[in-house]
């Protein structure tokens, strides 16, 4: 009898087991209308591209504004983060490095921090030390602006990383409440995730103490804190495969612990998943404050603080936009200005740096903005990852 | 007179640092050519042939080799350590402007029907494209080795490759060996 049991609980339990693994991403969800479709993630660049070869002149900004060639030379370039003595390091995908930039006033040189990582696409900085993201690994470099040499402390075990790869690769940030955020995305294009996926997280610098602060999320790649409010608003992908206008990418606010965004039910501003139905898809779901256009790739978010822009900017957000691939006519490749409402349940969101996407039909473009960095002077850096390049954004209009 | 000397021995050194970085040197290619034959197409087992790959896949891949983020074999490793980005963008444009593998045979009929099956399923020709011939970042599938194929597939599917898109494993993600077997003898026929 109580063998019975036993194989009646482990026929029981099998199927849960086989369902740990998440579907697979790539094809899941391609409806046979689109299964002839050659659409296909854009190619990236490995190698340094040189500087002279880049065309700054060709971006356009609003009036008084100029972008500059700042740093170049360093493929996959994505998210920064800046020590206390001005090094600035930056996180790369399939290339597997951080490089850390210094300035010397009329240059900048680089070196190349750490490499043959998983896609070590987060970097903070936190008390002197810096904290290196990939997606099987957490480094931490102590005190390294003052000791280039320093050994890395592997905190890999503290944050207990979960093993699927695909959405994987981070943004990481420190909040003001000290804390370090981190997303686990989903393993797949649509699907429904293991307990430990689509969710963003938060830890103590240690990685102790983790707590799940959102849920239903599928890939988010930039957040950032309201100056004012403390609010964390967050970008999020859309999923692929559903047509060229939907679902869109989001902008999220998140105005407690505990939400749920949606995924993989609920996506956008209340679009029912066409793989994954459920009644009241949407009921209980915070929708997003803004969606950002169809699979535009939203990326870096950076509230803006600084003096030297004009004051209409100041406590308003830049957002990335890299640019789609899973769109006939492509989407995005710009840095947009979202201007929330007093009470951030509003937004507008304007074009600020375009110039990148030459022909969206023909799908030719040159670069792909990601992520930011406001400089102590108020200037404001932005990465290119195809370029592997960094520009600086300054303002020298009327005021 | 020396000084027109001296002009014309700068624009020759001038000429030739630039006919060197567009095509790789002879030094250089005679390694590569030991194991992936001089015309890109490889005789040897678990090579695969370079020829008519597209260039940024190369790039790609030989950028991920020497980075230490693709592991390979030791010796091709060692081959390319510390090798400039400028060198291996020369490397990628001569594989990528070689005539393409000539299979011996076509697929037989039953090979050919059953692995469009799966490749229809599996979606395979949204990114290699119908004729598998690759494009920018993603390889020519067509007339590779089969026993390359089959364990690249394998690798993808089992979490094995290192430097690897995820979105490949996904891609494969759960298909069965025989279907695998089938795919890579397809692929390998085809011009």
Redesign the interface.
């Known amino acids: 009898m109580k063998r019975t049991l036993l194989a009646a609980a482990l026929l029981a339990a099998l199927p849960v087991f086989a369902q740990q693994k998440p579907p697979p991403a790539w094809h899941q969800g391609k409806p046979p209308a689109l299964a002839d479709s050659k659409l296909a993630p854009l190619p990236g660049r490995m190698t340094e591209t040189p500087a002279d070869e880049i065309p700054v002149g060709k971006l356009k900004l609003p009036k008084g504004f100029k972008a500059e060639m700042w740093a170049s030379g360093m493929p996959g370039a994505r998210a920064m983060a800046r020590g206390d003595d001005g090094k600035i390091y930056i996180g790369t995908r399939a290339i597997g490095r951080v490089y850390e930039v210094t300035d010397e006033g009329a240059k900048r040189t680089h070196r190349v921090v750490v490499d043959k990582l998983t896609q070590p696409s987060g970097v903070a900085m936190h008390g002197g030390s810096l904290y290196v993201f990939a997606i099987d690994k957490v480094l931490r470099f102590d005190g390294i602006e003052k000791n280039a040499a320093v050994a890395p402390v592997d905190m890999t075990a503290a944050f207990d990383l979960p093993p699927e790869q695909h959405h994987n690769w981070k943004f990481v940030a420190f909040g003001p409440d000290g804390k370090l955020y981190v997303p686990f995305g989903a393993p797949c294009n649509i699907c429904e995730p293991p307990k430990e996926y689509a969710q963003l997280r938060r830890y103590n610098a240690d990685g102790s103490g983790m707590e799940v602060v959102a849920r239903g999320i599928r890939n988010t790649q930039g957040f950032a804190w309201h100056p004012k409010t403390g609010e964390l608003w967050f970008t999020d992908h859309g999923r692929d495969w559903m047509g060229d206008n939907g679902p869109e990418d989001e902008l999220n606010r998140m105005t407690k612990v505990g939400l749920n965004f949606g995924y993989p039910y609920c996506h956008a501003k209340g679009v029912q998943d066409v793989d994954f139905k459920k009644a009241d898809a949407c009921k209980g779901v915070t929708l997003p404050v803004a969606t950002m256009g169809p699979h535009a790739a939203v990326m870096g978010i950076l509230f803006y603080t600084g003096d030297m822009f004009p004051k209409e900017y100041r406590n308003t957000m830049f957002v990335a936009r890299k640019g789609s691939w899973n769109r006939t006519v492509k989407f995005g490749f710009d840095v947009v200005n979202v201007r929330p409402s007093k009470d951030g349940k509003k937004v507008s969101v304007k074009p600020f740096m375009t110039g990148f996407l030459e022909d969206a039909k023909a799908g030719k473009f040159w670069g792909r903005p990601t992520y930011f960095l406001q400089m102590p002077d108020g200037a404001v850096l932005v990465t290119d990852e195809q370029m592997g390049a960094i520009y600086r954004i300054s303002y020298s209009g009327k005021k | 007179m020396r000084l027109a000397r001296a002009g014309r021995w700068a624009w020759l050194t001038a000429f030739f640092i630039a006919a060197a970085q567009a095509q790789p040197a002879a030094e250089r290619l005679a390694p590569c050519a030991a194991c992936h034959g001089a015309a890109g197409v490889s005789a040897v087992p678990g090579t695969p042939s370079l020829a008519a790959q597209p260039a940024?896949f190369v790039?790609?891949q030989l950028?991920?080799i020497r980075?230490?983020?693709r592991e390979v074999n030791p010796a091709m490793a060692a081959a390319l350590k510390g090798i400039r980005?400028a060198e291996?963008?020369a490397l990628a444009k001569h594989y990528a402007a070689l005539a393409p593998p000539r299979p011996a045979e076509p697929p037989d009929a039953q090979t050919a029907k059953r692995a469009k099956t799966i490749v229809?399923?599996?979606?395979c020709?949204?990114?290699h494209?119908p004729d598998f011939a690759g494009?920018?970042?993603?390889p020519r599938l067509a007339g590779q080795r089969e026993e390359y194929l089959l364990e690249a597939m394998r690798a993808y599917r089992d979490?094995r490759r290192?430097?690897g898109?995820?979105?490949?494993?996904?891609?494969?993600?759960?298909i069965a060996d025989a279907d695998l077997q089938l795919l890579a003898r397809y692929l390998a026929r085809l011009p």
């Open positions: 940024l790039e790609n950028v991920l980075e230490g983020v980005d291996i963008r229809r399923k599996a979606h020709a949204s990114c494209l494009r920018e970042q993603i979490n290192s430097g898109d995820t979105l490949m494993a996904a891609a494969l993600y759960g």
